[in-house]
């Protein structure tokens, strides 16, 4: 479904700050995995989605969506198989237009935007009952600007948006960090509907507990390298203390943070 | 109606033909696009020149219009494609489209003379009528036509990106259209707002000048920003209505400042007072966008 093969990356190339991340990265995801990555801060798991998506260009391997090369295809190109939630809740939602506005919108991905009506008006009961799933209420306030609602009301809202033309690829990027315990419970469980046999997806998570939880599948990445890649059964068995014995030699691969 | 209150609400329906293009850019667009200046000269050389060579007045500012989303379309390939920071691109195709006008007119200043422009009211529909309120009604239903056409366009898939764009271009990126694309479009109707409106002036004061685009943009964020902080808050209200209003109304300004004594050699001193006090005056809300608008930034 998804191949990385021999991905190297270097940001700043040729300045005093050049910095390598990848040197030789390659993942392979079939249909139905559902990928867990942790990982410390700048251990390349965001690069890693926005290699993928095609927001960062590598420096050379191939990116395989599909079965078709699109490692020189266009972010907005590869857009089309896949849906993306971004840790700021802002970046998924337009925040000048309503839930009604913004949900039109994202309803209509795959087609054409053309000169037809923007608001879809017979989806509109539609889109309540998928809100209404999301058990915050959000179906009452079709009329609301996402500018004006809190982060995780506008980040269950992204979700919902990115998964509307039930992307072959869903790509999430501690999208449910920022979010109240509550309200990320909610995000996390609204996800793991996604996590089905003919969808693929990628969720960085800075949380082991969450990581545990979640998906069929766990990477660890370090310094731009895959320090485990584990899934079904053994992934199921695993443990926050496992993992840690298992890395206790390694320096930083945990911070506090990834244990709370 | 008063000889002078009439003129100063043609000439606001006008110049709004050119705010609601403004609006577009620097609102929903998040785009300080400096174009303007040109774009709004270009209409009016446009029309002069076929105006005088006996072409039909209105295909005159059909011409503008599509002369306008032109110069639009090269400021936006400028800065998506060449990746020219927007500002400067804005100021690039400017400074192009001076010469562009000159070669269009052939001098400086023309005089459209005895031509038939959409003001000529001889005979027909507007018999009896004194010529400033004919010339109100034309111009008020140009406005409305342009006012209508943006509401419905605003409304459409295409213009639900061209908002989206302006707020989080990551959006439409991840919804798989072309950001740079969705921009080009935006600016080129935006500068074609602005040439016709440049068409029509040109039509009502009868001369074309080189140096009548001098501040257009400048006049167009005045009107914007006025428009906005008087009738922002109504709620459900359109940004073109916005446009026109604040147009208006600062096109009233302009003439009260003429009526007690300024002379027309201080309008834009004027323009430039009356834009500080209007962004002094605006919401918070309303000079941030402005202020930021306006630090050089690169999002291409
Ligand atoms: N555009 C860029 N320019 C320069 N360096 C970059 C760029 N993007 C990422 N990096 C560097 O690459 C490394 C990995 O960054 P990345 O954002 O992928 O880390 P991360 O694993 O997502 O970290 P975090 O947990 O903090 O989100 C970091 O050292 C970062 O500084
Ligand atoms: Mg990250």
Redesign the pocket.
Known sequence: MLELNNIKKT??KGTP?E?I?YDGLSLKAEVGDHIVVV??????????L?VIAGS?YVDSGSVVLNKIDVTNKKEYIRAQDIGRVF?DPKMGTCSTMTIMENMSLAYNKGNKYGMEAGLLKHKREMFKDMLRQLGISLEEKMETKAGALSGGQRQALALLMATMGNPKLLLL??HAAALDPKTSAIVLDLTESFMTKDMTSIM?T?NLADALAHGNRLLM?HK?KVLLDIKGEEKKKMTIEALIHMFSKEEDVFTDTMLF | MDVLISGIITQGFIYGIMSMGVIVTYLVLDFPDMTVDGSFPLGAAVAASLLLSGVNPWLCCIAAFFAGTLAGTVTGILHVKLHIKNLLSGIITMTALYSINLHLTGKPNLFLGNAVTIFTFENGLFAGIPSSIATLIVAFLIAMVIKFALDWFMKTKKGFLVRTVGDNPQLVASLGQNIGAVKIIALAIANGFAALAGAVICQYQQFFDISMGLGTIVMGLVAVIIGKTVFGRIRLIQLSTIAILGTIIYRATIAIALNIGFESIDLKLITAVVFVIALVLSSSEIKESIVRLFKVKNNA
């Open positions: 940001f700043n700050n910095f991340l990982g410390s801060n700048g251990s390349g798991k965001s690069t890693l926005n960062v840790q990027d501690e960085v800075h990445l731009g």
